[in-house]
């Protein structure tokens, strides 16, 4: 025998509500006579029904007005009462947990496809340009790369071009500096062009006071040229003596005619007793060549040397020409490379 449980009669629209309600929960129909039960109920709980057509007329008539009048003030209040109830059912049922569990996975499945494809067509133009953005910052690295490729050559040339560069203003300076110092050489050459040395002088104590009169001397007896004291600038001994206690004598002529004269007459000097010779005062820069040149004529290098007006000139044999010699480096050529140190 089937039973089935009755529904207790609605006395009032919170009732219906109720039963509405759980009707709704656990999945049964509700009709629709419900709920226009509960939407055209009044507060009180009775329904609005139509007048007796049995009843006189006055009574129709006072029934009529009345039951309009009823209409007009409690049908307004029983309508928006009733919906705010419904709306306020609708929304305790919506926060039960049996309503939540059943119908949350429902929209959930129903809508995670679609906010999926909402996010991917959202999130589509935002990929496509981040994709972009992508591809330029690759080529700018690339760019960069290049360039600190290229920098790095520029660099390497500049600091070859700096290198080049110092090397050709040090050899510039150099040059310019080894000029100067020739300049200045041939400046103090110059200024003893006038003067003359003559080595091995045997000087007693009275002719230590008054070299003018022993070069004037010399000049007569050995090189039979008749000069006076007027002729000589001034006369001094030059360093100490030798062993044999000789010295040299420095002498500055008035002008370089005297002097050229006399230093023209040195070779009848050759062969002297007392072995006195002359040389042209020379700068110590020239005086170095000399001791070279000398060096190299007791090796046999070179057959003779001299000077003449400062200048120095060499031969390597008899029948060679004469070279000029400027610079020490011009020595070595004479020298075998095995013999150069």
Request: charge should be negative; proline fraction near 5%; glycine fraction near 4%.
């Amino acid at each position: 025998m089937n039973c089935k449980r009755k529904e207790p009669e609605s006395n009032s629209p919170h009732d219906d509500s109720r039963i509405i309600r759980r009707r709704f929960l656990t999945g049964s129909p509700v009709s629709q006579s419900a709920l226009v039960h509960i939407t055209m109920s009044n507060p009180s709980g009775s329904t609005h029904e139509s007048p007796d057509p049995t009843q006189t007329t006055s009574n129709q008539t006072t029934e009529s007005a009345k039951s309009t009048q009823e209409h007009d003030v409690e049908h307004p209040q029983s309508v928006q009462f009733s919906m705010a109830d419904l709306a306020q059912m609708m929304i305790e049922t919506m926060c039960q947990p049996e309503y939540l569990s059943r119908f949350a996975p429902l929209l959930a499945q129903h809508l995670n496809p679609s906010i999926f494809q909402s996010i991917q067509d959202a999130i589509a133009p935002l990929q496509a340009k981040v994709d972009s953005q992508s591809d330029t910052i690759e080529l700018l690295k690339e760019e960069v790369n290049s360039l600190k490729s290229s920098r790095s050559d520029l660099e390497s040339r500049v600091t070859s071009l700096e290198q080049k560069v110092w090397c050709l203003e040090e050899a510039d300076l150099d040059r310019r500096l080894q000029m100067q110092e020739v300049g200045l050489e041939e400046l103090e050459q110059y200024g003893r062009r006038n003067s003359l040395r003559f080595h091995n002088v045997t000087l007693s104590e009275n002719d230590k006071k008054d070299t003018d009169e022993v070069i004037v001397n010399m000049c007569k007896n050995k090189l039979q040229i008749d000069i006076s004291k007027e002729d000589i600038c001034r006369s001094h001994p030059v360093g100490r003596p030798n062993r044999a206690g000789k010295v040299q004598l420095i002498c500055r002529f008035r002008n370089w005619k005297i002097k050229n004269g006399i230093y023209s007459k040195k070779r009848c000097l050759k062969g002297d007793p007392d072995k006195l010779f002359i040389t042209e005062d020379l700068t110590g820069y020239r005086q170095g060549i000399i001791s070279a040149l000398m060096d190299a004529k007791r090796l046999g290098h070179v057959h003779s040397f001299w000077t003449s007006d400062g200048r120095i000139f060499a031969k390597a044999t008899e029948r060679s020409s004469k070279d000029l010699i400027k610079f020490p480096e011009d020595v070595d050529r004479y020298i075998p490379e095995e013999m150069q140190s």
